[in-house]
């Protein structure tokens, strides 16, 4: 059940807002040498966390410390990111 603007909670929104900007999305892809094909939470989890290692910049500044990037459903962030690629 989705509970913030479709996601499952803010900080998922949030995060997948931060990396799902135009020039962090294509470095993510550029990052893994190829069109990923199959994104898995893991590896969506892995290149937020290189990105962004003390959370968005709204985590930083105080707005959402408590749900930051442990609260993160990168389930629903590597799915997003896979249908995207159809």
Do not use: C
């Not at 969506?44 to 985590?59: L, Y």
Request: proline share 2%; charged share 25%; glycine share 8%.
């Amino acid at each position: 059940m989705s509970t913030y603007n479709g996601w499952t909670n803010y900080a998922t929104w949030n995060t997948a807002l931060w990396v799902g900007k135009e020039e962090l999305y294509y470095f993510a892809r550029q990052r893994a040498g190829k069109v990923i094909k199959g994104w898995s939470a893991d590896l969506v989890e892995s290149f937020v966390r290189e990105v962004f290692p003390d959370g968005t910049p709204d985590m930083q500044d105080g707005v959402m410390m408590r749900d930051g990037l442990d609260h993160v459903n990168y389930d629903e962030i590597a799915a997003a990111w896979n249908d995207e690629e159809l």
